[in-house]
């Protein structure tokens, strides 16, 4: 009936996950109560949860995000503590079945359920006002999207209370990960929930690429597109390209564990270097999804505090499509230690090096938009500072694993660890930060505090600066990574200093947290009327703030490189704002619940592919079936905003636009 | 109003799989069907029976197959998927294009560096057979 | 080889003598015991001296554009319309392109010289070590000798070791830092490296991929000896000890933790390529994980 | 802010703002007709959801690669088992092309059908269609059973793996498509030609001839290279 399922399943014996997952139904039931009881249901589920306005979407990917941040920065805490107490004759308080997981967990949660989402849901709010349209190409699916990868972070989760999480790394490399050296559910979890959110992921990308390659506003050409369109584009091409490579790895693993098939087997011809290869061209270009928008972040956020267009833009662009294309070339740099040989280590050593030129370019670019300008040093100001600093030195130790002799030296060290959170956390991290501060006014409509928010900033770069410092020096003293005990005493003081940079982040994330309370209280004092709170360049800032559903209630006639700063400008010079257009009824898409039912039913499909129930798995694909029918069969897929509608909202954007163009200069 | 301009078709852009807008080709409709349908057949049975006849050098084959598959994808995408180089169709040309180049890298480069793994990893037995 | 990027000189002193301090003596990869990690030491540090000698620069020029172009900086000229250049376009792109060139180069020249499967010059007939990793421990067999390590390598100082190299079951990476250039060990595969140790010593070695519950504690001890002791060691192993048949090697290659190290009398021949040809069935796993049973076990296939 | 980026806004302000000196600042949604080009604002919804789902069926196709590149380099894998050339079958293969590519057709004259707006002959196309895709489906598994009956099954070797997995996968595709094609076609049977159920249409031709190609090359590195020609 239940298949594989039974009470075993629940890790009774390990009180630390079953104290935390208690914790967490407490915290969790207590929500759900809470909503419950003040009737925010209908609320949540028609403004919300069916919502497929890219707006709401977009604000729903971050806030899954910020908390799988903060489930991902929670096995920090148990690795750092544990490690530091798992020298010589002590083992620490984490067998290696579970430390094990927990480094795994963390590498799997952040990278697919926290930057992704993050990134995504940035991407989702900002390009279409950016663009000058009213939502993404297809908001339904956008929706799904979303749930999808709701569905996987909640597979992700369960697995901490029933059964376990993969034991092989974030990566799960075969014939580990097979189910003769795996033979739990572990695996099973990280394939399906991986299975299911990259689905989602896909979806996302096929959804942004075709809205910023086919709606843009009139007049918006592609040399006119922000930065962080191009960005945008770059990376969701790297998504639509590189994650069936993904789908069809964890398909033959899934093959190999369900079905007896020799992918990547020991037996009969199976070939576990396949995996490695295969799941790196994708593994690497992902890297770059993660790292191209936030690049389009900065790109933004130092133009508009340093009162300046971007500075070679068109170099910019060049760069960023340089950098998608070369990205699919380098993916053996992962495994140079494989044995491949002279000719092709040397070859994906030069062009994984040769990367480092378009991002190079990229860097020079940003310093000469401060050259000259007026430069603000609000808090995303200040992160785009810092990851400059800071994402030079990890590019620059990337260039050096690049280097095979010098890899054959440093792979899978503390080195190699320190080299990519100090790009994941300098480029990824600083760059969702910014564009959380950035654009949260604009979500909101009103601003975070700066007091708390410059806290989080200090606390957070001090501490991984001192963190992933100390995991360069203890890398190069030799010590391996994913180490669940340590018996050489010479790499303690190391460990002992990255703890202490751990709870400085810990004191930035609190702090992080705390900005968001302070400012929810204080929203009157901090409101956004204007709609235009840094002085922006772009579409996004011509709207209210919170925009309305419709975004523009008449697309921008778009006539120069920055949009918004020209329509700006032409409205402070001749003393007025552009004439009242002429307000027509806007058609938009309908809420839909066919998201949430869709990744219901992806759920339980999982679930029951996990455990091997396989009843349930056949019931979750027939509803997902008969919710693909129902929604197809749908008569009336949009709702019409009148236009007096229209025009009263639009008149209240005009009132607080009139504030601007009378101080002439906004602050 | 500017976003209400064209809701059927713009002039300078098409859907892929539709027909180019200025359809009155001569190799439209039922006529570009059953054309493709006549070449696509062509070189599907060359491609099945031509190894056969020994009219082609033995070692030349493979290239022999694989040039007529591409010929045949070519007739598909052309004749079946309207796929032109006009300019109402750049935007998926050049979609197709970024395609094509990933699937090259991603073939491409795993039977490369799989080649090159094989070769230096070989077991002493493999190599035997390799001289074989 | 320094003195060629004498503009960087300072630099590379620099960088070289900050690395140096925070690791000195270690027995970490910056105190290389051998030509291989010597060379592969050498080409780090050049590479990261070239790029040092731009990110330094790049990063004091953020902090200066930052602080001078400040808003309340009186005495900054404001150029709202500085935003192309097309000579700052060239450089901007040329000089990581240079660097890039370079680097390419010592990439190119040092993935070949440095080839783990390249021999060492030397005069000396290679040492022959054929290596198994197990779970979770390590097998060294001295075909040369006839005799069988676990847990411990020795091998003579001076000597070039040429190593055979395969895995028992999952991937691991064989690993002596100070000796350089760790490679994976597979199963079904047969990789080839080449190390040698200067100078006499006691070296740490780890496996470098993870491989499992007993994954860190998969650590050994290489002792660099004399050539002489090293005759004398292999004689006297040959003289207790289990042997290492078919039969042992199955049961030995069951998953176990904390094997003390020990050695072989004998070893059957041809075992190593046994292991890798797979006559030998990979190791099994561990019976069973949560939530689960194996349901096929590995040697089932033969 | 100040009289400076007021001055540099007034400066650009006739020619359109052009910072980045690209040199085509005309501005104006009139002038460009296509999104594609740059400046017609958005594209109908026709195009964005054809365009939409080509970069699907790109990515499907780069998954399909990951197959490829599975099956390259495993064919040789056969661990003392049957290959290709004991295995297929080139006449049975030969049918689901013609099959399969006479569905292509059909599917074809379907979408000629859809634009002269006859309900009749695009259902009659689409039933042809679909009937073609399952006759192609049931040779295959057909061909399946067969094998995996001579103990040629997927876990014999790592060539049959990929051998199933990829031509499996193919044969997937065009079972879902056919799922796909039934509920369209009761869809047109009851609401007729709307404007979404045109871009469905347009979408499923779009599949339907995409798998085909796929078929071109799988029967071409499958069958015919790996049957020993
Ligand atoms: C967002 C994530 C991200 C980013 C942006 C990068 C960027 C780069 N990475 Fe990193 N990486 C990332 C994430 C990872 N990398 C990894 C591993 C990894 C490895 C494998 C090491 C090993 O396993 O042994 C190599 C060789 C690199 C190289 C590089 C290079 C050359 C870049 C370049 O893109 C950097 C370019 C930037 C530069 C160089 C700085 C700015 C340039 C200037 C100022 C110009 C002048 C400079 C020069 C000319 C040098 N990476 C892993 C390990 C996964 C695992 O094993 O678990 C992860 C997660
Ligand atoms: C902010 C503070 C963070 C800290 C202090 C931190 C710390 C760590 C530590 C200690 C490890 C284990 C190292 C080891 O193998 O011994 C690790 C692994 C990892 N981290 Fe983080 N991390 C942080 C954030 C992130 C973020 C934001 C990401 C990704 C977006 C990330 C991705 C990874 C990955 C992929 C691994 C490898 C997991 C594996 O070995 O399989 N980390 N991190
Ligand atoms: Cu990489």
């Not at chain 1, 589920?45 to 899954?64: A, F």
């Not at chain 1, 079905?259 to 799941?279: D, K, R, S, W």
């Not at chain 1, 499909?605 to 996990?610: M, Y």
């Not at chain 3, 090293?230 to 176990?256: C, D, I, K, M, T």
Request: charged share 15%; with cysteine; aromatic share 12%.
């Amino acid at each position: 009936m239940f298949g594989k399922l039974d009470w075993s399943a629940i890790p009774f014996d390990q009180p630390i996950p079953l104290i935390a997952a208690a914790a967490i139904g407490v915290i969790l039931a207590a929500v759900l109560g809470w909503i419950t009881v003040k009737g925010h249901w209908p609320y949540l589920w028609n403004e919300w949860i069916t919502s497929v306005d890219h707006k709401r979407i977009g604000v729903m990917y971050v806030m899954l995000g910020v908390v799988m941040l903060v489930r991902g920065f929670s096995d920090v805490m148990l690795m750092r503590t544990h490690q530091a107490a798992a020298f010589g004759a002590s083992q620490g308080y984490l067998p290696p079945e579970h430390y094990n997981q927990i480094f795994s967990a963390h590498g799997t949660i952040m990278i697919f359920f926290g930057s992704m989402p993050f990134i995504i849901g940035l991407m989702n709010f900002v390009v279409p006002l950016q663009l000058g349209v009213r939502d993404v190409a297809f908001p339904t699916l956008n929706s799904v999207s979303f749930w999808l990868t709701a569905s996987g972070a909640l597979l992700t989760n369960v697995s901490l209370v029933i059964g376990e999480f993969a034991r092989t790394g974030w990566l799960p490399y075969a014939p580990l990960s097979e189910t003769s050296y795996s033979p739990g559910v572990g695996v099973d979890y990280y394939l399906w929930a991986l299975q299911i959110a990259g689905v989602g992921t896909l979806m996302s990308g096929v959804n942004l690429v075709t809205t910023i390659l086919k709606m843009r506003a009139p007049g918006m050409g592609y040399l006119r597109m922000p930065m962080f369109c191009w960005t945008a584009l770059g990376s969701n091409m790297l998504i639509v390209a590189a994650f069936p490579i993904l789908t069809a790895t964890l398909a033959m693993l899934t093959l190999d564990r369900y079905l007896g098939f020799h992918f990547f087997t020991n037996e009969a011809g199976g070939n576990p270097m396949m995996f490695m290869n295969l799941i790196w061209a994708w593994g690497h270009p992902e890297v770059y999804i993660l790292v191209l928008p936030a690049f389009g972040i900065f790109s933004e956020v130092f133009s508009t505090f340093s009162s300046k267009p971007l500075f070679g833009y068109r170099s910019m662009v060049l760069a960023t499509l340089f950098i998608v294309v070369v990205s699919f070339t380098v993916w053996l740099h992962h495994f140079f230690t494989m044995g491949a040989g002279g000719d092709v280590n040397a070859f994906f050593g030069i062009s994984t090096s040769v990367i480092a030129v378009g991002t190079g370019v990229k860097v020079f670019n940003w310093l000469f938009t401060m050259y000259g300008g007026r430069v603000r040093f609000d808090t995303p100001m200040l992160w785009a500072l810092a990851f400059v600093l800071y994402f030079v030195v990890g590019g620059m130790t990337g260039v050096l694993l690049a280097v095979p002799p010098a890899d054959f030296l440093l792979h899978n060290s503390m080195f190699l660890v320190a080299h990519f959170h100090n790009v994941i956390v300098g480029g990824v991290i600083f760059g969702a930060m910014a564009g959380y501060e950035y654009w949260f006014p604009k979500a909101f409509g009103f601003r975070l505090d700066e007091g708390w928010g410059k806290l989080a900033f200090w606390l957070t770069v001090v501490g991984t600066v001192v963190v992933f410092g100390a995991f360069y020096i203890v890398g190069l003293e030799g010590m391996t990574r994913r180490l669940q005990h340590i018996d050489n005493l010479a790499w303690y003081d190391w460990i002992m200093v990255a703890l202490a940079g751990t709870l400085l982040i810990a004191g930035g994330v609190l702090a992080q947290i705390m900005q968001l309370v302070v400012s929810i209280r204080h929203r009157d004092r901090l409101r956004d009327e204007t709609g235009d709170p840094w002085d922006g360049r772009s579409l996004e800032w011509i709207t209210p703030s919170p925009p309305p559903v419709f975004n523009f209630p008449v697309l921008p006639d778009v006539h120069g490189e920055e949009a918004y700063w020209e329509i700006k400008q032409r409205a402070i010079e001749q003393q007025q704002l552009s004439e009242v257009p002429d307000y027509q009824p806007i058609e938009m898409p309908r809420n839909s619940p066919t998201g949430v039912i869709t990744a219901f039913f992806c759920t339980f499909v999982g679930f029951a592919l996990i455990w091997h129930i396989w009843w349930l798995a056949a019931l979750g694909l027939v509803g997902a079936y008969v919710t693909f029918v129902v929604f197809a069969w749908r008569d009336e897929v949009e709702f019409e905003i009148p236009a007096e509608e229209v025009e009263r909202i639009d008149r209240a954007r005009r009132e607080s636009r009139q504030v601007i163009l009378e101080r002439g200069a906004p602050a | 109003m500017s976003d209400h301009k064209r809701l059927d078709g713009d002039r300078n852009d098409s859907a892929p799989g539709d027909e180019g807008v200025n359809t009155h080709e001569p190799l439209s409709g039922v006529k570009g069907y059953a054309i493709g349908l006549a070449l696509a057949s062509l070189l599907t049975a060359a491609a099945f029976i031509l190894p056969g006849t020994g009219l082609i050098w033995g070692p030349a084959i493979p290239a022999a197959l694989v040039v007529l598959a591409i010929a045949q994808m070519g007739i598909h995408l052309v004749f079946f998927l309207h796929i032109t180089t006009g300019s109402d169709n750049q935007n998926n040309v050049i979609a197709l294009a970024f395609g094509v180049l990933i699937v090259a890298l991603v073939v491409l480069g795993s039977v490369w560096i799989m080649n090159h793994l094989h070769h230096q990893l070989m077991t002493p037995a493999d190599m035997m057979r390799m001289m074989r | 080889m320094r003195s060629r990027f004498s503009r960087s000189g300072m630099r590379v002193c620099l960088a070289a003598g900050m690395v140096l301090v925070l690791s000195a003596c270690s027995g970490g990869i910056m105190d290389p015991a051998g030509p291989v990690a010597a060379g592969e030491r050498t080409i780090m540090l050049d590479a990261l001296a070239i790029m040092l000698a731009i990110v330094l620069p790049t990063m004091a020029a953020t902090v200066a554009f930052a602080w001078w172009y400040r808003a309340g900086n009186k005495r900054a000229t404001y150029r709202p319309d500085f935003v192309h250049s097309g000579r700052i376009e060239l450089i901007v792109w040329s000089i990581p392109l240079l660097t890039i060139m370079f680097l390419g180069g010592v990439i190119w020249v040092g993935s070949h010289r440095l080839d783990p499967a390249r021999p060492l010059e030397s005069r000396v007939r290679p040492l022959e070590v054929q290596v198994v990793s197990l779970d979770w421990k390590w097998l060294f067999i001295y075909p040369q000798q006839g005799v069988a390590s676990v847990n411990r390598l020795i091998i003579p100082a001076g000597v070039p070791v040429h190593f055979e190299l395969t895995s028992a079951s999952v991937l691991n990476t064989f690993f002596v830092h100070q000796l350089g250039s760790q490679i994976y060990t597979m199963n079904g595969m047969r990789s080839q490296l080449n190390l040698q140790a200067d100078r006499p010593g006691r070296y740490y070695g780890q496996s470098a991929h993870f491989s499992g519950d007993g994954f860190s504690d998969m650590n050994f001890w290489t002792m660099a000896v004399p050539v002489g002791q090293f005759n004398n060691w292999a004689a006297a192993a040959r003289g207790n000890g289990p042997v290492l048949s078919a039969a042992n090697y199955r049961q030995f290659a069951r998953q176990s933790q904390g094997v003390k190290p020990f050695t072989f009398r004998a070893v059957q021949p041809g075992l190593f390529d046994a292991v890798v040809r797979q006559q030998l069935p990979p190791a099994p796993g561990p019976e069973t994980g949560r939530g689960g049973h194996t349901m096929t076990s590995p040697g089932d296939a033969h | 802010m100040s009289g400076a980026t007021a001055q540099a806004g007034r400066q650009h302000g006739a020619r359109g703002h052009d910072p980045y000196a690209l040199g085509h600042g005309h501005g104006g949604g009139g002038d460009h007709e296509a999104t594609g080009h740059g400046e017609g604002g958005p594209a109908s919804k026709r195009i964005i959801t054809g365009y939409g789902f080509w970069i699907f069926l790109l990515s499907d196709i780069v998954m399909f690669s990951g197959f490829f590149a599975a099956y390259a380099v495993l064919a040789g894998e056969t661990a003392g088992g049957p290959g290709g050339r004991e295995l297929f079958e080139l006449p049975r293969v030969a049918i689901e092309t013609a099959l399969l590519l006479l569905s292509s057709f059909t599917c074809g004259l379907g979408s000629v059908a859809t634009e002269r707006r006859s309900v009749f002959w695009t259902q009659i196309w689409l039933l042809a269609t679909g009937l073609l895709g399952v006759a192609f489906l049931v040779l295959e598994v057909q061909e399946f059973v067969q094998m995996v009956a001579e103990g040629a099954g997927p876990q014999r070797s790592a060539f049959l793996s990929a051998f199933f997995a990829l031509v499996g996968c193919h044969g997937l595709h065009v079972g879902v498509g056919i799922l796909w094609l039934g509920t369209m076609m009761a869809q047109l049977w009851v609401k007729g030609f709307r404007a979404d159920i045109l871009r469905r249409l347009l979408c499923f031709n779009l599949f339907w001839h995409a798998l085909d190609i796929i078929w071109v090359a799988l029967f071409t590195i499958v069958y015919l290279l790996g049957s020993g020609a």
